[in-house]
T-cell receptor, first 114, second 108 residues
Framework: DSGVTQTPKHLITATGQRVTLRCSPR?????VYWYQQSLDQGLQFLIQ???????AKGNILERFSAQQFPDLHSELNLSSLELGDSALYFC?????????????FGPGTRLTVL | GIQVEQSPPDLILQEGANSTLRCNFS?????LQWFHQNPWGQLINLFY???GTKQNGRLSATTVATERYSLLYISSSQTTDSGVYFC??????????FGKGTRLSVIA
């Protein structure tokens, strides 16, 4: 158990819908990262938040947004869902905002868009 | 950006055999991590090893940063070792970049 929690574990929804994925980092970690794992693209970095502020952005679509709240949990919002958004979404956390720190991954949320 | 190549892409072992997985990267790194993704999809941290050698039970890892590669050794493999092994690196302030992984199947 990494100490990072994600809910829900599974999510099945329809095209055009909007969903919210939730992540709680390890106790004491200030950075949260979101990754997407799809069959064709592999594991890709989406976005990083550090202590409530956006720190780095990767291959995140405009239909996707995220935020980190004062209690440091984070939410990833996916809207206007398409079939191609079906993937495993991971959240990771690290102690600081520096990318050299070890990242610990949550169990993931498996999103299926029908 | 930094490139990460893992080899072999697939590996089938008999239970009890040893194996070596390799990760080559194209630039100097300040973070290198090895992960095991089990058949249920969970990503499990194995090693944080930007340089040097570490051991944890039957697993060990070595990173030679000057030559831009890292090796993961699995000894006396067990069926529970099956899954995909990922190497991930970052350079400077870039985010973690993952390799495509090595899919390991251990047969009883």
């Amino acid at each position: 158990d990494s100490g990072v929690t994600q809910t829900p574990k599974h999510l099945i929804t329809a095209t055009g819908q909007r969903v919210t994925l939730r992540c709680s980092p390890r106790s004491g970690d200030l950075s949260v990262y979101w990754y997407q794992q799809s069959l064709d693209q592999g594991l890709q970095f989406l976005i990083q938040y550090y202590n409530g502020e956006e720190r780095a952005k990767g291959n995140i679509l405009e239909r996707f947004s995220a935020q980190q709240f004062p209690d440091l949990h984070s939410e990833l919002n996916l809207s206007s869902l398409e079939l191609g958004d079906s993937a495993l979404y991971f959240c990771a956390s690290s102690v600081s905002g520096q990318t050299l720190n070890e990242q610990f991954f949550g169990p993931g949320t498996r999103l299926t868009v029908l | 950006g930094i490139q990460v190549e893992q080899s072999p892409p697939d590996l089938i072992l008999q239970e009890g055999a040893n194996s070596t997985l390799r990760c080559n990267f194209s630039d100097s790194v300040n973070n290198l991590q090895w992960f095991h993704q089990n058949p249920w999809g969970q990503l499990i941290n194995l090693f944080y090893i930007p340089s040097g050698t570490k051991q944890n039970g039957r697993l060990s890892a070595t990173t030679v940063a000057t030559e831009r590669y890292s090796l993961l050794y699995i000894s006396s493999s067990q069926t529970t070792d099956s899954g995909v092994y990922f190497c991930a690196v970052n350079s400077g302030n870039t985010p973690l970049v993952f390799g495509k992984g090595t899919r390991l199947s251990v047969i009883a």
